[in-house]
């Protein structure tokens, strides 16, 4: 009991620290930091919503590509206004429905995640059927189509040209206001009962049936929540760079939020935090090999492509070093900083 | 080790942000690696050039910094911040292709530093913008321009399309030339498409073959448009092959063989073979040949030049070096000579008019064979 | 025409099938999916490049001199970035191929530059023989055949050999197999070997066909070969060969009968690759690989 008083005060101690630092922070810091503070908090939406669907439900997906360009394409529409929808789509004519088509952007934001989620849902149900990483493929095979359709449908996406001058919403308030709403959801989901079925999904399917659970019903909506988070952070990442094409949701996107995930540890809330920090502030801060410097009178030329050489590198040894990710499966926990009283930890063993 | 790998870093890090407050900087958002490297390299060398040529303003150093986008959209917005914000550019040069140009146009428009766009010929890039502007001309130009040269120069009347339906640039300028080859009269018979990162066109080229066009119309970058030519004359086509602006590289030749002879591209007003080139385009020659010897002069790096240019200019006229000054000299600018023609803005537009080349492989080498004047 | 996007199709699904064996065969035996192969490809593209283009050297010498490289990059990648990983969960490893993927193409684009290079190809080759409506290139032939030839020879190395029959024993049980006294991670070094040495070939015949080599050539073939591969059954060198062959077809003939929607062209292959796991969820030739339990 005085544990979770504790826990609560230190959480809301927490709280306010950010708020803090988001009230300093826009004042303080040049829009370069902030750019970065704010990809930061939509890397870890990503993450953790892909990190639902594989880390916690063991459903490995590829997919998650194709639910952000539905996010981002479905937000970014919405919030575009009349007049700039009709001098930018300069090939065919946009589609007379979508002209008018207008809500505010915390709206296009909520929108842009039940879309998502629809369109996941619809997968789910033929995909989910497959196992390992032939699903793993079959997700990437639909997020491929979803983009070769957002590249053809002109008269609704625009098509290669993309969307531009998509009126920016997203400073700090909003994105890390996401991002706490997303990290409390998925803190909340996984300690409730329902997050214990979703392990035993993962760990042990046969088990799970075994005790009545209808595992494929559970992966479902598992992986339909995964989408809505995964289309709620594409849109919040169109909106951020205010410009969105197709090119931009291939399966390197992917790859860049699977890495986040491991990196931090597969099934870690507390992981996919801290390896997006990592992931994000290491591809800016790896710049300065590809910049020349001045050491004194000397100057070494910068190389282009070496920040990525660096980056696989240092991935590389991280991968190696900490096989399971930084945390592995561990959570972040307030008793790290306290000693536990010996007798309640024997009185929880007992009970377990 | 990885504490010493870390202070080392940052020990690197602060040498590299010492510099004086008597230089300008101008900065690049390079495309060095990437799809896009073959062109963007070019161009950076060409600023590069021009920095030589005319190294200070107002007594002040001009430096440029130029930071790589690997071809990509997200990495031009987050370079253009960092210019902007870290290195406090006084204005930009943007990077090679439309797409990465518009992402980093709305950082600069959104910051109020002006950026000069090079070769990104999208209408797109510089509309509802301020502080964006271009040393090219715009692809409703060219392909009209080209549809016009193709329909009334060469007396062809049916014509294909091969687009890359994943690059704006591409659908942009393919698009032009459907229409204005129709209005014109003409018939496009086939219009067929790719997707970036295809390198085998043998069926579109089989299916355009059959049938039967005069010329087939590609708007396809370097890369990728070599390749197409030489599958089209592997397969035997008989038309005759025409490029926009993203085909014009010297390495053209060594790249597409005996398969581009006769193949023509539209261009920017500016080739080495050029008959009757002005002043500024001679000493670019000249200046080129000079620093980089054994590599020819081109369009890509031209603009380069130019865009350096123009920026050039305006911090001379406005006698100031900070971003708004240097916008609103730009926004004056009349009749400054550069590589390609004159170039002016005005408040209206920030494309400017400019002349348009035609290039064709004749006996193993770019000529520039004609002009079209807008 | 039909007889000619017919050929089309069989020298691109060739290609397609050469280097799906390499994925097939490192996912057979270790169930990871290798993302640099298509770098492999890359690298043995750019060593038959520098031999023959930059320093003139003959090209049988030079098609040695790129599959020795790249064989031994192949190598060289499984001992530092996959063996260490051995025992560890698959996504580590995957990440890791991912890792070393960026790695190897980023280097690329540091050593090589970011320029494509044009390769120059041997004359005799693209003389182009014409057969009524037909047009064929030398080389478009020798692909598909080269390519049975080379599958052939290494069914029988995993089939008649005795590395072979390791290879085939470490994909069913990788522990009893190294209680049986065989050293496991000599013949995943030869799976890799024989791997990227196919890689190399195929990389130098892309570079032939479609004449230049840059550092991200491996990234879409690398992709599409591996979707060849699943379309075939992961795992089953035939089934990889006929996934490339299928996949080549397809993207050829949904130009040819539907030539209005050829902007859909790679969905069309994608539509089928979910429609055949759907239907037979281990692709085509695959074996059923043994639940989790």
Redesign the interface.
């Given at each position: 009991m005085k544990t979770a008083v504790r826990n609560a005060f230190l959480n809301l101690l927490i709280l306010g620290a950010l708020l803090g630092f988001l009230w300093w922070a826009p004042a303080n810091l040049d829009n370069y930091k902030l750019r970065i503070i704010n990809l930061i908090a939509i890397n870890a939406i990503l993450g953790l919503s892909l990190n639902l669907i594989y880390g916690m439900t063991g459903m490995f997906s590829l997919g998650h590509a194709g639910f952000m360009a539905v996010g981002a394409y479905v937000s970014s529409l919405l919030i575009l206004t009349v007049e700039q929808k009709n001098t930018m789509w300069i090939l065919e004519p946009i589609a007379p429905w979508l002209l008018h088509l207008q809500t505010p952007f915390v709206v296009s934001l909520v929108l842009a995640g039940l879309a998502a989620a629809l369109v996941g849902w619809v997968i789910a149900w033929p995909v989910l059927r497959l196992g390992g990483d032939y699903l793993g493929i079959a997700t990437l095979g639909f997020a491929e189509i979803i983009r070769i359709l957002i590249v053809n449908l002109t008269p609704y996406t625009n098509g290669s040209l993309g969307l531009k001058g998509i009126p920016a919403h997203t400073d700090l308030w909003m994105t890390y206001g996401c991002f706490v709403v997303v990290l409390a959801f998925m803190v909340r989901l996984m300690k409730s009962n329902f997050g214990n079925v979703l392990r035993a999904v993962r760990d042990d399917e046969i088990a799970a049936r075994t005790m009545g659970v209808d595992t494929f019903k559970v992966r479902v909506l598992a992986f339909t929540i995964g989408s809505f988070g995964a289309g709620m952070g594409g849109a919040l990442m169109g909106n951020l760079i205010t410009t969105i094409d197709p090119k931009m949701f291939t399966i390197t996107q992917t790859y860049s939020v699977l890495m986040i995930v491991v990196v931090g540890g597969l099934g870690s809330i507390t992981g996919t935090v801290i390896g997006s920090v990592l992931i994000t502030v290491m591809l800016e801060w790896l710049r300065f090999v590809e910049s020349p410097i001045r050491m004194g009178a000397f100057v070494v030329p910068g190389v282009p492509g070496m920040r990525m050489v660096l980056f696989s590198v240092l991935l590389i040894a991280v991968i190696i070093f900490r096989r399971e990710g930084i945390m592995g499966t561990r959570e972040f926990s307030w008793d790290w900083f306290f000693p536990k009283p010996a007798k309640t930890t024997q009185t929880k063993e007992a009970r377990e | 080790m990885k504490r010493c790998f870390l202070a080392l870093c940052v020990v690197l890090v602060a040498a590299g942000v010492s510099f004086g407050a008597d230089t300008i900087k101008i900065g690049v958002v390079a495309t060095v690696t990437g799809q896009n490297a073959f062109g963007g390299q070019l161009e950076l060398e060409g600023m590069q050039l021009a920095n030589k040529l005319y190294p200070e303003a107002l007594g002040k150093k001009i430096e440029l910094v130029p930071v790589d986008n690997k071809s990509d959209k997200v990495e031009s917005a987050t370079a253009a911040t960092r210019l902007i914000e870290s290195d406090k550019v006084s204005a930009l040069i943007g990077p090679y292709a439309s797409g990465p140009t518009m992402a980093a146009g709305e950082v600069a428009e959104k910051a109020g530093v002006p950026m000069m766009a090079t070769a990104a010929t999208n209408p797109l890039v510089t509309e509802g913008k301020k502080y964006v502007y271009r040393a090219c001309f715009i692809d409703p130009f060219q392909g009209e321009a080209a549809a016009n040269y193709v329909f009334n120069v060469l007396g062809y009347k049916k014509a294909a399309v091969l687009t890359d339906v994943a690059s704006d640039y591409g659908v942009g300028l393919a698009n032009f030339f459907k229409a204005n080859f129709t209005k014109l009269g003409g018939e496009i018979v086939s219009d067929m498409k790719y997707q970036s990162g295809d390198t085998d066109f043998m069926a579109q080229l089989t299916e355009i073959i059959n049938q039967g066009p005069d010329v087939l119309f590609i708007p396809a970058y370097f890369a990728e448009g070599a390749v197409i030519l030489k599958q089209g004359s592997e397969l035997g086509a008989k038309f005759r092959f025409m490029g926009g602006d993203a085909m014009d590289n010297p390495d053209i030749v060594t790249l597409g063989g005996e398969a581009v002879e006769g193949f023509l591209h539209s261009a920017f007003a500016y080739d080495p073979s050029m008959p009757e080139m002005n002043a500024e385009a001679k000493a670019f020659t000249e200046a080129w040949n000079k620093e980089y010897p054994g590599k020819a002069p081109n369009a890509n790096a031209a603009m380069g030049y130019d865009a350096y240019i123009l920026i050039y200019q305006a911090i001379l006229r406005a006698g100031k070096s900070d971003p708004q000054s240097i916008r609103d000299e730009l926004e004056k600018s009349t009749n400054v000579p550069t590589v390609t023609g004159l170039t002016s803005f005005s408040a209206q537009s920030h494309d400017p008019v400019k002349d348009l080349g035609i290039v064709e492989i004749r006996n193993g080498k770019k000529s520039y064979i004609y002009t079209i004047k807008p | 025409?039909f007889v000619?996007?017919f050929i089309?199709?069989l020298?691109?699904g060739a290609l397609y099938g050469l280097i799906a064996i390499g994925y097939t065969m490192v996912y057979g035996i270790l169930?990871l999916?290798n993302f640099a192969h298509g770098d492999i490809f890359m690298l043995g593209a750019y060593f038959v490049f520098f031999a023959t283009i930059q320093y003139k050297l003959p090209w049988g010498l030079g098609v040695a001199i790129a599959i020795v490289g790249a064989t031994a990059c192949g190598l060289l990648v499984d001992r530092?970035?996959y063996r260490?990983?051995r025992g560890?969960?698959r996504?580590?490893a995957?990440?890791?191929a991912?890792?070393?993927?960026?790695?190897l193409?980023?280097?690329a684009?540091?050593i090589f530059?970011?320029?494509?290079r044009?390769v120059?190809?041997p004359p005799w080759l693209?003389k182009?023989v014409?057969l009524g409506e037909v047009?064929l290139?030398p080389l478009g032939l020798m692909v598909p055949v080269i390519a049975f030839v080379l599958v052939s020879g290494l069914l029988w190395v995993v089939y008649k050999t005795k590395p072979g029959l390791a290879m085939r024993s470490i994909s069913h049980d990788i522990e009893t197999t190294r209680l049986l006294g065989v050293s496991v991670d000599k013949i995943i070094a030869l799976t890799f070997a024989l791997g990227s040495a196919l890689a190399a070939l195929a990389g130098i015949m892309?570079a032939l066909r479609?004449?230049?080599v840059?550092?991200?050539?491996g990234?879409?073939?690398g992709?599409k070969a591996f979707?060849a591969a699943?379309f075939g059954g992961?795992g089953s060198i035939p089934g990889a060969m006929v996934g490339g062959v299928i996949l080549g077809f397809v993207?050829?003939?949904s130009?040819?009968f539907f030539?209005k929607l050829?902007?859909?062209?790679?969905?069309f292959a994608?539509?089928l690759?979910?429609v055949i796991?759907?239907i037979k969820?281990?692709g085509l030739m695959g074996e059923r690989?043994e639940?989790k339990?």
């Open positions: - | - | 025409m000619q996007h089309n199709a020298g691109l169930r999916i530092i970035a260490p990983l560890a969960p996504i580590s995957l990440i890791s991912i890792g070393v993927s960026f790695f193409e980023n280097l684009v540091v530059t970011g320029m494509p044009a120059v190809q693209m182009p014409i047009r290139i892309w479609y004449p230049r840059e550092p991200f050539m990234v879409f073939p992709f979707i699943v992961i993207e050829i003939m130009v040819a030539p050829s902007g859909y062209k790679d969905a994608f539509v690759l979910i796991l759907l969820p281990t690989m639940e339990i």
